[in-house]
């Protein structure tokens, strides 16, 4: 073989060992373990999470619904009622059932601590009635499915409506319908249960309701 021979021969395998190199780092490339396209479209196909640890979420709560109220004063009563952002009869009707602000945060996955916020103030006649609510709160919540989630709560609810003040113990037990990765629907079944409470004049008094209630909730 001539030398010419063997240098073009030389200039083929250099060639094909230089492409087949080339064509073998853009494939490493374009598939480290699975194909692009199939890792797009399972990130397109995931469920939206809920209920992740460090997951922070701000709800409207109570913004209307349906409420049985059982008043221990006297020789006690009971009322029924729907609402739609607040009770026309006012505060002292149903009042553990106020529309109010949530703020949950899980500890971990699945658990969170939270706390519910309310306030109301009326006038009449020229004077005036304030009156807040405070709900501190542990739940745990997970998925069901990949738009249905479940996230049972427990804890108390402080009221002050001067001159009267009621203490119960609250449990929520929210179904979460998640519409997209920052808004959810809330449906809960509530109960409140009277633990203690205190009318005008010093009076003992105790509430406890039951009721459903729908609300809405922005995870973070």
Not at 21 to 49: D, K, V
Not at 98 to 117: E, N, V
């Amino acid at each position: 073989m001539t030398s010419n021979a063997k240098r073009m021969l030389q200039g083929l395998l250099s060639l094909v060992v230089v492409s087949w190199a080339a064509g073998a780092q853009a494939q490493n490339l374009e598939t480290p373990g699975a194909p692009a396209a199939e890792a797009a479209t399972a990130a397109a196909t995931a469920p939206t999470g809920f209920a992740d640890s460090g997951q922070f979420v701000v709800s409207a709560e109570r913004l209307f619904g349906y409420n049985w109220a059982h008043n221990s004063l006297g020789n006690g009563s009971s009322s029924s009622g729907y609402s739609v952002l607040g009770n026309g009869f006012g505060v002292a009707a149903y009042p553990y059932d106020w529309p109010r602000l949530g703020f949950d945060y899980f500890l971990t996955k699945s658990i969170s601590g939270g706390l519910a916020l309310a306030f109301s103030r009326q006038t009449a006649g020229g004077g005036s009635l304030n009156a807040f609510e405070v709900a501190p709160r542990l739940g745990y919540g997970m998925m069901v499915g990949p738009w249905l989630g479940v996230w049972p709560r427990v804890g108390v609810t402080y009221i002050n409506s001067t001159p009267a003040t009621y203490l119960g113990l609250t449990i929520d037990l929210a179904a979460v319908i998640v519409v997209s990765q920052h808004l959810a629907l809330t449906l809960a079944p509530v109960a409140n249960i009277g633990l203690t409470g205190t009318a005008s004049g010093n009076v003992s008094q105790k509430f406890t309701t039951l009721g459903v209630e729908f609300g809405l909730s922005i995870p973070f």
